[in-house]
Every structure is written in structure tokens, then in C-alpha cells.
């Protein structure tokens, strides 16, 4: 499937063997500039700042329903958290920069990363029918939640395929907006997730295969009903621009801690990656704000790498893991995803710096450094990016892209920001477990 000058046979060795490594990305471009097509819908800044002006409309709604998002003025955003005491931890020596994390795990509402993209899509759906039935105005968005609007939208559906934390944050918002929500999960779903829906009156419907499975069974079952909007993770634009809002918060909050991005002052970004929709988005949107001086690095399990397949694909077939004999059995359940989003590929081709891989015992004991440390509580996925700054700054393919692209003299002043995706609704039994699995996992 791969092109051996582009992939060598080292890395398809380690790939098959689930060796975690670093790959660096052939066909990022100078410029850094993200792809432009998405299916045959042209893409870019603009769309960035259209969601984020969507998300600011709909804020005072956003804090209606959701009191506990006072604290943000409505605002689905989380801290950006200086992390010294895991920076050494981690071994991230302070001449090559400062670490911190933009702590997703504590996003009110839906507990993950995935409130960011879910929230924006049913909105935007919400706020479709809204105008189209003259419920609301384009300046009278708080309408939405009177009486009538609701009345309207509960005669709509919204359903999703999910693992887990996109059927939280879509059911989540979707059943407070008034719309029936039907969350399809697979198999490997956790029960308090499916729990956590059902007490706020969403229909779980549970599917014996994997995450793609679920997908597809949902899909098929929306297309048969005219009323129902599927939230559809591999394709679905709508989600990728709610993720990419976050780099415009991103650089507030950078700019509040006097910290500025140029090409003297890099900034390298680590994100966990399941489909590519979140890391994308949110890529997508860092790269339109600070063009090729930022550089994003995904995360995946050794068995779940399945955008790190498909970047190195040449065939145009967008291959799943399981076409390169690996078994998508992760603990991540957030990154359990045997194929990548092809839309999300194609926009990151040109961007992406690179991907590296990670055991499922690697997770359990950074989410139990994270504990120590900064005392911050993640689940094992939100833990797949902890690597990142090693990878980059001890190996020598890391280092070997430091010194092509000149960056190896302004280490000491980068900025280093660990995206630590979810967390805050795992109970507390079940942390607890994953605690204690760490602990006893030596580095
Ligand atoms: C979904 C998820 C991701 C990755 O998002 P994708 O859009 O699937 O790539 C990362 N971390 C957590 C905790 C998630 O739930």
C-alpha cells in the first residue's frame, strides 16, 4: 500500500510490530498552510471565524442550559495550565522550551474534547431550522429556547455513531436543545456512558462491531428519515470548524501570558488522535493562525494508528489498520478508531508535522504522572500526547526535524502545549483503577 521512498521499511516494521515511533510527515509544506478542499467544499479562515462568532451568538443559550458555564461567560473553552513540574517529569529540559497544558479533560458539559466539535454541529443544525421556521432572528438567537422553538425541535432527531465521548457531547446538547437523540455505540462503549445518556432521555442504541460499525448502522438508519440530522464523524465539516475555534481562544490565552508566536518563538502542539476530526480542527485552525511557525504532532495507540496509515498512503484508498494487520484493541476507547476521517487527511497533508504512537501502558502511567504532577485527572486516551515533547527533542528523527527547519537555536524560547482531551465524567471507581495500573508501570 505504501510507496517505500516515502515510508521506509524501518517504520512499517514498527508499525506492524507496535513498536511506538515517531513518523515525520514528507508532504507538510513550507508555508504550513492546511489543504483547502473538504469533499468538494472549499475551506478556510473564514470558516474558523464564523464558528467562533457562532459559538459567541449562542452563548447566553449555551449558559441557560448549562449553568456551568458561568465561569466562561458561555464559552466552551478550557485553561491553558503551565505544567514545570511535569515538564520535568517528562524530562523536557527547559533549553528546549516551556510545557503546558491546554486541559480539554475539564471542558464543562460534555467532560471531553468532543463538547467542541458536538456542540458546534447542533447548533448550527438547531439554528438551520430555527431561522428557516422564523423562530429566531440571526439577532435574537436566545429564542431558541422558548417554548415554540422547542416545540419544533422536538419534532427533529439528532443521532450519532459513537465510541463513547461524541454520543455524550451530541446526546448531551442535542436532548437540552429540545431534539429526540438517539447515540449509536459500539460494543466497546463504557457503561456509564451509555448511563449518563439514558438518565438525560437519549436513546442508546448498542451494535456488537467496532466504532465504524456503529457509524455506519446509524447513517443507514438516519438516511431513512428525513426528520433526522446524523452527526457523522468522518465527514462531517460542521464538527472539524467547532474544533478549530480553539486556536482562536488559544492565542488569547497565549497572548494573555505575554507569550507570542513567531518564527524566533516556535510553538509545537501534541494531540491525541482517533478519527482526525478533533486533532484536525484543531490543527487546521492553529495553522490559519500562525502559519508555519506552529507544529502539530498527533498521538495514536500502537494499535489504533489508523491517520498515521492513511498519511502514509499512496494507493488513494484510505486504508483502515486493519489492511496493515493491526487489531484496533486499545484501552483508549476515545482513540479506538480503525479508520481516519479521509477529509481530515486530505486537509492535513500539507500541515500535519508528524505522528507518533503510544502502548496502552504508556497511557495508564502518564495518567498517573498527570496525577502526581499537576494534579490534574485525565482518562488514558487524553494521556496519548504526553510523548510528544520527548519524541521530538531526544530521538534523532525528532531532532532531525528540528535541524530541517532550522529551529534547533530557538528551542529555548518554544512553547510546548500538551492537549489533554478528556477526563472529567469517568467515575471514580474507575479512575481509581486506571491510577493503580499506572503506578506500577516503570517508564
Ligand atoms: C474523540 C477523542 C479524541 C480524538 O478525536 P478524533 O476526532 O476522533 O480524532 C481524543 N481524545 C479523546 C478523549 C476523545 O474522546
Redesign the pocket.
Known amino acids: 500500500m505504501t510507496d517505500k521512498k516515502i515510508v521506509s521499511e524501518d517504520t512499517m516494521t514498527a508499525l506492524h510490530q507496535r513498536n511506538p515511533f515517531l513518523w515525520i510527515n514528507p508532504d507538510r509544506a513550507k508555508s504550513g498552510e492546511p489543504g483547502k478542499l473538504w469533499h468538494d467544499r472549499v475551506i478556510g479562515k473564514s470558516d474558523i471565524h464564523k464558528t467562533y462568532k457562532r459559538f459567541v451568538r449562542f452563548s447566553n443559550v449555551l449558559k441557560t442550559l448549562f449553568p456551568e458555564l458561568e465561569g466562561t461567560d458561555g464559552f466552551i473553552d478550557s485553561a491553558l495550565l503551565p505544567a514545570d513540574t511535569l515538564q520535568s517529569a517528562l524530562g523536557l529540559a527547559k533549553n528546549n522550551g516551556s510545557l503546558f497544558i491546554k486541559a480539554d ?1 475539564s471542558l464543562p458539559v460534555a467532560g ?3 463538547a467542541r ?1 458536538g456542540i458546534h454541529e447542533v447548533l448550527e443544525f438547531a439554528e438551520r431550522i430555527a431561522l428557516e421556521n422564523n423562530l429566531i432572528t440571526v439577532d435574537t438567537p436566545d429564542d431558541i429556547t422558548n417554548p415554540d422553538s422547542r416545540k419544533l425541535l422536538s419534532k427533529y432527531k439528532v443521532s450519532v455513531g459513537s ?4 454520543g455524550l457531547s451530541i446526546g448531551i446538547i442535542a436532548s437540552a436543545l429540545g431534539f429526540e437523540a438517539t447515540v449509536h455505540m459500539s460494543a466497546d462503549a463504557k457503561e456509564w456512558k451509555k448511563q449518563r445518556l439514558r438518565d438525560r432521555g437519549v436513546n442508546v442504541v448498542e451494535h456488537d462491531g467496532d466504532y465504524a460499525a456503529a457509524v455506519a448502522a446509524g447513517r443507514t438508519a438516519a438516511e431513512k428519515d428525513p426528520f433526522c440530522h446524523f452527526v457523522d ?1 468522518e465527514s462531517s465539516f460542521s464538527l472539524f470548524a467547532g ?1 478549530s475555534a480553539a486556536a482562536l481562544r488559544l492565542k488569547e490565552q497565549l497572548d494573555e501570558k505575554s507569550i507570542t508566536i513567531n518564527k524566533d518563538n516556535p510553538l509545537f502542539v501534541y ?11 484543531i490543527a487546521f485552525g492553529l495553522a490559519h493562525t500562525f502559519g508555519s511557525n506552529v507544529h502539530c504532532f498527533f498521538a495514536e495507540p500502537t494499535a489504533s494508528a489508523c ?1 498515521m496509515v492513511a498519511m502514509m498512503d499512496r494507493s488513494g484508498t484510505n486504508p483502515s489498520v486493519y489492511d496493515v494487520g493491526l487489531d484496533n484493541r486499545t484501552e ?4 479506538a ?1 480503525p479508520k481516519a ?1 479521509e477529509c ?1 487527511v486530505n486537509v492535513m497533508r500539507p500541515t500535519l508535522s508528524g505522528i507518533f504512537t503510544v502502548e496502552d501502558d504508556t497511557l495508564f502511567r502518564h495518567v498517573h504522572t498527570a496525577a502526581v504532577t499537576e494534579e490534574i485527572r485525565i ?1 488514558p ?2 494521556a ?1 500526547a504526553f510523548d510528544g515533547p520527548r519524541w521530538l527533542t531526544k530521538t534523532p528523527v525528532g531532532e532531525g526535524y528540528l535541524r530541517r527547519h532550522d529551529l534547533q537555536q530557538h528551542m529555548v524560547n518554544a512553547t510546548h502545549i500538551i492537549w489533554t ?3 472529567l465524567f469517568v467515575p471514580e471507581v474507575e479512575y481509581q483503577r486506571f491510577l493503580t495500573r499506572g503506578s506500577k508501570i516503570k517508564s
Do not use: M, Q, R, W
Open positions: 479533560h471531553s474534547i468532543k466539535g465510541t463513547g465521548n461524541l464523524d474544533y494531540i491525541p488522535c482517533g478519527v482526525g476530526g478533533a486533532p484536525g480542527g491517520f483508549a476507547d476515545g482513540l478508531v476521517s481530515a482518562e486516551s487524553a496519548a482531551t478528556g477526563g
